[in-house]
């Protein structure tokens, strides 16, 4: 570099000769090998693999370029695969801006790209110079309450607040609205219209002190007081706003059927693509105002202490000041963050099936003041068997061994020690509590017999209706794990010794746990854990022997920041930061720290109804403001 100075000082025309000569060697050795044609690869993106097909000329300029990110979430990473190949076909670039709630899809496109224009030769590394971003003025928009984040929680906050007679601005990162609330299946209520048609008499006071006691009053006493009466009002709220909802005669998950209210008081959606449509049409009939791809940045305060707006960044990356009255963050919690979550959650042992929320918002009101409050505490939800994502798994050779993972088999932690009465698999938080306690992750051990009788389809018992979707179809089961034996994600031993030997577990431990197992299935009692009769039918006794590996599942992080009643974010002695309100997976205190309650649609309603009581209170604020 030194010497490249001199020349430039000295003799400035051979510097240029220089530096011509040096770009055209590297030009010549970029594009020396390119075969002229069309090239197909893929890669795997969020849901599904993202497939590239681009055609490159001699000189290595990529003329076409299509992608087919088709099953993908269409309005994250179906938009992301179209906006991201048309920027690298434009910029004859692979250094292009991914977008913002579709990081995985960008990238697969990226790396697709890269793979099929190293099939023809080029180098990918050619393709690295980065277009220069134009200027962008600076926006500012004055409201009276600006929501972070357009899902369940901020649009329920946005119509609640808009219904008051407050000026509302929704943010959102995404290019669509909905996120996580659009791909729950429904909500909790109790005491509404739908309950009381099928003569239904779930009371407030019954889930309340359930609620209370299963976390043992680590919750939020007035906080979840409110949240659980203001439920059934709020499912008439919603169908007033073209939400529409249905009871279901039907449960998936067995364990719940001799305890109704767990399931009864599960309202689900007909159609959720279609109830966020009509919501921001009614949204934007009473003035509220939508603006997507826009990300906060981080909150304004005033000299009192009080938040007074937001700083965000919109999609052509610049910077939008929002001066409001109050703010609601709901921006969905930290869930695919994995560094929070594993740090939060104490354990790596996690998979995360969450919507793109890296956290963006609990960290703004932390830095507004508030306190952080039950950071341990995520929506985990079943297992998944490593190596076999459920998402993804419409092989036939991959999908069928959810059927293992989803039956009271034996169950061993990384130790080789039995841990839990299995047919918990029933109840998908349960189950999913259980996997958590050993670290969250934990061995199906099953011997060539089961599994043969698993290729036979004679079960003495369901397969478990939580978690993942269910298989359908035969195969062989043996041929299933075994291929997973060479994939590396199952192990494999001829005696229990050589299964400890390369699945980790400690032999003694594991021989010692299947013998009183086996006892257990003999005697048709298991002292151990109490699993009934009925579920103990499949012994360990004939090798080879497997161990299916299975980790605890997350679809969010379900806490962060303090709040009380009214949403309001507080500060470590409950006192309010005027001004700011926090609702859905940001907010601390419904749920109790770790474990997620096993009565379905909680998270859902508690969406929903902390945004709606969030945006009634800011309204209010903004009145007395």
């Known amino acids: 570099m030194e010497h490249q100075n001199v020349l430039q000082k000295r003799w400035p025309c051979v510097a240029g000769l220089w530096l011509g000569l040096s770009l055209l060697t590297f030009a010549s050795t970029a594009w020396a090998d390119i075969v002229p044609g069309e090239y197909s690869a893929s890669a795997q993106g969020k849901e599904s693999p993202v497939n590239v097909t681009l055609s490159v000329d001699k000189d290595g300029k990529i003329t076409q370029l299509t992608v087919d990110a088709s099953h993908e979430t269409p309005e994250l990473g179906g938009v992301a695969g179209k906006e991201v190949g048309k920027a690298i076909l434009e910029q004859q670039s692979l250094n292009v801006d991914g977008m913002t709630g579709a990081t995985e899809t960008s990238n697969a496109v990226k790396k697709a790209a890269a793979a099929a224009l190293t099939q023809a030769g080029a180098d990918p590394g050619a393709y690295s110079q980065a277009k220069a971003k134009a200027a962008v003025a600076d926006q500012s928009i004055t409201t009276d309450v600006v929501v972070v984040g357009g899902g369940a929680s901020g649009t329920a906050a946005a119509l609640a607040a808009a219904e008051s007679g407050a000026k509302v601005l929704v943010v959102e990162k995404a290019p669509a609205v909905g996120g996580a609330g659009k791909i729950a299946s429904g909500l909790f209520a109790v005491g509404s219209s739908l309950e009381r048609q099928k003569k239904l008499t779930f009371t407030t006071d019954e889930l309340f002190h359930r609620l209370v006691d299963y976390n043992h009053y680590l919750t939020n006493g007035p906080l979840t007081r409110a949240v659980v009466d203001k439920s059934a009002s709020t499912v008439d709220w919603l169908m007033k706003y073209g939400v529409d909802l249905y009871l279901s005669d039907e449960n998936t998950q067995q364990a719940h059927n001799a305890d109704p209210i767990k399931w009864r008081i599960y309202h689900h959606y ?32 005033d000299e009192q202490g009080r938040v007074v707006g937001l700083i965000a960044e919109t999609a052509d990356g610049g910077k939008l000041t929002v ?100 047919s918990l698999v029933y109840d998908t938080a349960l189950w999913a509590n259980s996997a958590y306690s050993v670290g969250g992750n934990y061995f199906i051990v099953v011997d060539t017999p089961t599994l043969q009788a698993f290729s036979k389809g004679k079960l003495p018992f369901e397969v478990s209706g939580a978690g993942a979707p269910n298989p359908t179809g035969n195969g062989d089961f ?34 010692a746990s299947v013998e009183r197992y086996n006892a257990a299935i003999k005697a048709k009692k298991d002292n151990e854990f109490g699993k009934k009769p009925s579920f103990l039918a499949f012994n360990v006794a004939s090798g080879p022997y497997y161990a299916l590996a299975s980790e605890v599942v997350s679809l969010s992080s379900t806490g962060g920041v303090r709040v009380n009643e009214q949403l309001e974010a507080t500060d470590q002695n409950m006192q309010p930061i005027p001004g700011l309100y926090v609702v859905g997976n940001n907010a601390g205190g419904f749920f109790g720290s770790p474990a997620y309650p096993p009565y379905q649609g909680l998270a859902l309603g508690f969406a929903y109804n902390s945004g709606r009581i969030a945006g009634e209170h800011a309204a209010q604020f903004v009145k007395q403001r």
């Open 270 to 301: 007909k159609d959720s693509a279609a109830a966020f449509t009509n919501m921001y049409k009614h949204l934007e009939e009473m003035g509220g105002q939508l603006m997507t791809r826009t990300t906060g940045k981080a909150l304004l305060k």
């Open 478 to 511: 043996v041929a299933l794990v075994e291929q997973g034996v060479k994939n590396g994600t199952i192990y494999k031993g001829a005696t229990l010794d050589e299964l400890a030997a390369s699945s980790g577990m400690q032999a003694s431990r594991l021989k």
């Open 323 to 422: 001066h409001a009255k109050a703010v609601i963050v709901a921006t969905g919690g930290y869930g695919a963050n994995m560094k929070m979550l594993t740090s939060n959650m104490l354990t790596s042992n996690i998979s995360s099936l969450a919507w793109a929320n890296q956290g963006e918002g609990v960290k703004m009101a932390w830095e507004a003041g508030a306190a952080k409050w039950e950071t341990q505490s995520a929506l985990l939800h079943a297992t998944k068997l490593v190596g076999v994502d459920p998402t993804k798994a419409t092989g036939f050779n991959d999908s069928l061994l959810i059927r293992v993972l989803k039956t009271p088999l034996l169950w061993l932690d990384r130790s080789g020690e039995r841990f839990v009465d299995e």
